[in-house]
């Protein structure tokens, strides 16, 4: 027994036969699943490149359905009803998100390409906890801080992305209803079935209809539900490019607009930091998600000090991320969601190499098949350049080095983004001092995307405005 | 018989980085009292003047935001002091240029006064009354404090001269930003006088900018700013609104609305001025041993 | 190398015993005083605790199955350091114990054998006569086992007993109270006082993490045993609450790979206590994997201090080969 073998883990995937994937999904209008009468799209396992299911999009006719039955429900229902009834349904609905918890993580890994063991562990754990939190604020508003009674808005129109399909329309749909407002949501267009299914659990949670409307489809389902005149608050989480048009596009109608953009956020890792770690931190800051997250920490400051000990933990480190199946419990990094998201990724990596950067990628296999992109660390990144620039939503890594912690600072806060920052050393007195002086919404010290409904979670500067979660969170929700 | 002995008249100026200047462009507008009579000539500023008093604000915001809450409390009630020293000159100025007089136009400068002492009261509670420990689902202490904007420029209220003006200030000053002012176009004596005020109390030098001149002109600007991190359009004029805050979309630039009419700002505020222009910042920290 | 603290009779009588490699001088130096082993250790990076444990639960998740599980098994057998050390025991114990190592499964005789029987000193002759020429270790724990509560010459006495009596292994305790009271030499002092009364037999430093209380002193313990020549850090005794966890062994771990790093000379980690199933097992041999790395899959490097674990194994064992649940009277109660 001394041999020294390759020890290979068996496939463990689990069962794609759990999501209860059905040929053809329709949109969610007025408490019913009904057709829609815009073009049908097809949604695609990013793994393996298969269609999954064909998917019933809106027509602006659609929409403008789907906002006016919102309406009614609001003004004739949900507006007026106890906010301890409201709370009812929404504990109800988080119920039910546990007891389908198995189902809607196989079918958001199906649907998006995260690895089961985050949509399982982080993605519809938080789902429920959101609905959770959330239920108890609806009864409970006149003591969060924005006077004896306040009103909700009215009707809701939300867009989400495609990083994290069902948490995102939690975190929109959850504070909404709480705060007494009705929701038309429109869900990713290559992303859309888990929110759904979230109809149908609002359907099985007897939710009265009209209070949560799904409406699938692109971008100018998006903007037709943004620019209708019946809605009241916009909420949209997605680039910043896309939020400056809605932010245009919402300018004198009088709609209160909460946005959450995008980042590049600056992971600072000082030489007395607790070093292994910090790697952790580095590997889930950046590689969580296959990188697409908006506050994933893109960008590695390293003390100069530690640097080449730190990169070389980190590399050796980031060799053991297993790549693959998503499906597959022991998968760390899972698909990058569509082909054009990975081209993009393809493309600012290039950059990388041509800006002078150095590149390592990790030795680790790669599928056949489907959108994979192995993950990579770029060192010897200096400001300029566009892989410390731009946000690549992908598992790319660019590490640059400081000397002090007022280099550090000024580095992490330039750029136009502020989302997120993350800060390791084991003085205390310095992780105070650093995180007054980031410009970012969340600062993660010594450790790195947490997230939880009862922290607010939003941005600095290009990177959005408005919180979402806890008590500042509901400001987003209510006529203050 | 005496001899009428001739008043000393005022030129009234910019107030930029802590000093009163004429606008860069030369420019001067009439400006005419509630009856139609002259006043004086103020500064018309220029969108340069509007790009130096951002650079302004910029360099006096670490500062300012950097300083403790007590120590801007304190700052800002001295303000509210030397305001009372001059409070017969704000009767004069306000009353000429909003053609109120007695004790309406008493009531409107003492509450321009007071207010500043409310605000002052609220530097060191905001973070009290916003903030939050959050009992997150994890060994975290996790918890979430207002922080300044950043760079807030205003256009203050066309009507209210003095009392609008300060409604408008003071809560960006108190919540620890650095502001950039354009005054009521037709009546922004009051504003200069202000200023003159600020520059003789504790507020650092750059951390309020006034300007006068085109409330038209000067706005896109601001609006547009890259560095400007809010912008208020309380005294944007209507056909101008929509314009303006598509503009600010282009930095992704938080945007106080417009009322409808502008407010009757002898009311008590309540804090949705002082949210409007802070961010919560929210901080992780494990907890173990 | 010369003793750092006050010397005693026992120590001064040892011949330096022959390092396994020089060590590269900023580790060399670490050692050479008191208060530079004080500056090393403390040098050494912080360890964040939930961090750590987060990373340790996120591993303990892997999903091992089919052949690699029968792998995984097979090689858990054969770094099991089949252990008593009650006051009850006896050679009668101990005989059926060596029984069970040398065939743990005697229905399947290609189950490997364990990697060692540990016992107390005085039973190391009953363990090496039934073991003699089976290449399975005999180990002994020692130095006033398990509080490490005496004088030196005790401990030395304690270990020369064992070996001796024929033991390959020593299994020593570090004194806690020395460590906790920041008396670095004295500890480092001892260890090096045993290794040399190991002569030669292969030296595990029992930190007693449970008594250590923070991951950082554990992080601490484990360079000082190292750099005092232990060949295996060891998490426990078994007597003492907690033993072995996921976390203290991921710090451990973390310590030989750094120590290989920086002087290319492999040593091994030893959890011991509290390790009972297979679905355990499995999960350190996960972190020795993913974090010490592929190396240190083999009982050259890697051992589980444990008694019921073995049956839990061999159970397990015959339900992946037959496919269906085994129970606990098919397998051998000793």
Known sequence: MTREQVWEYAPAPESRDVARLKPAYRMFVDGEFVDGTGEPLKTVNPATEEVLAEVGTASPADVDRAVRAARRAHDRMWGRMPGAER??????????????????????????????????????????????????????????????????????????????????????????????NTVVLKPAETTPLSALVLAEICQQADLPPGVVNIVPGAGDVGAELVNHPGVNKVAFTGSTEVGKLIQRAVAGTGKKLTLELGGKAANVVFDDAPLDQAVEGIVNGIFFNQGHVCCAGSRLLVQESVADELLETLRRRVSTLRVGDPLDKNTDVGAINSAEQLARIRELAESGDAEGARRWTSPCPLPDKGFFFAPTVFSEVQQSMRIAREEIFGPVLAVLTFRTPDEAVAKANNTPYGLSAGIWTEKGSRILWMAQRLRAGVVWANTFNRFDPSAPFGGYRESGFGREGGRAGLEAYLDV | MSEQRVAVAKTYKLYVGGAFSRSESGRSYPV?????????????????????????????????????????????????????????????????????????????VDAAIDRWVWYAGWTDKIATVLGSANPVAGPYFCFSVPEPTGVVAILAPQSSSLLGLVSVLAPVLAAGNTAVVVASQDRPLPAVTLAEVLATSDVPGGVVNLLTGRTAELSPWLASHADVNAIDLTGAPAPLRTELERTAAGTVKRVLRAPASEPDWTRTPDITRLRAFVETKTVWHPMGA | MAALSTGTAAGERETPAPRPSPLPPDLADATRDESTLRRFLHGLPGVDAVGLEQRAAALATRSIKKAAKLWAIDTAIGMVDLTTLEGADTPGKVRALAAKARRPDPARPEVPSVAAVCVYPDLVDTAVAELRGTGIGVASVATAFPSGRSGLRVKVADTELAVEAGASEVDMVIDRGAFLSGRYGRVFDEIVTIRRACRGAHLKV???????????????????????GADFVKTSTGKVS?????????????????????????????????????????????????????????????????????NDLLMQRRTQLSGHYSGPDYVAVD
């Not at chain 1, 009674?149 to 989400?160: E, F, W, Y």
């Not at chain 3, 966890?245 to 973390?254: G, I, K, R, S």
């Not at chain 3, 994997?289 to 009982?299: C, D, K, N, T, Y």
Request: include cysteine.
């Open chain 3, 206 to 228: 029992i930190l007693e993490t449970g008594e250590l209380a923070t991951y950082d002193n554990v992080r601490r313990a484990s360079w000082l045993a190292l750099l005092a």
């Open chain 3, 242 to 310: 907690p033993a072995a966890t996921l976390p203290v062994t991921h710090v451990m771990l973390q310590a030989v790979r750094d120590w290989y790093d920086r002087t290319g000379t492999p040593r091994g980690v030893k959890p011991a206590g509290g390790i009972r199933t297979t679905k355990d097992a499995i999960r350190y041999l996960v972190a020795v994997h993913e974090v010490a790395g592929p190396r240190w899959l083999s009982p050259k490097l890697f051992r589980f201090g444990a008694s019921s674990l073995l």
């Open chain 1, 87 to 180: 709370a009812k349904y929404l504990f109800r609905i988080a119920r039910l998100v546990q007891e389908r918890a198995r189902e809607l993580a196989v079918l958001e890994t199906l649907d998006n390409g995260k690895p089961i063991r985050e949509s399982r562990d982080v993605d519809v754990p938080l789902v429920a906890a959101h609905f959770f939190h959330h239920a108890g604020w609806a009864d409970k508003l006149a003591y969060a801080g924005y006077g004896p009674d306040p009103r909700p808005l009215g009707v809701a129109g939300q867009v989400i992305p495609w990083n994290f399909p069902l948490l995102m329309a939690a975190w929109k749909i959850a504070p909404a209803l709480a705060c007494g």
């Open chain 2, 32 to 108: 005419t009292g509630a009856r139609g009579e002259f006043l004086a000539h103020a500064a018309q500023a220029s969108r340069k003047d509007a790009r130096d008093a951002v650079s302004a604000a910029r360099k006096a915001f670490p500062g300012w935001s950097g300083a403790t809450a007590y120590n801007r409390g304190q700052v800002l009630y001295r303000v509210a002091e030397l305001m009372e020293g001059r409070r017969d000159q704000f009767l004069a100025e306000v009353s000429a240029a909003e053609g109120t007089n007695g004790r309406r136009v008493q009531s409107l």
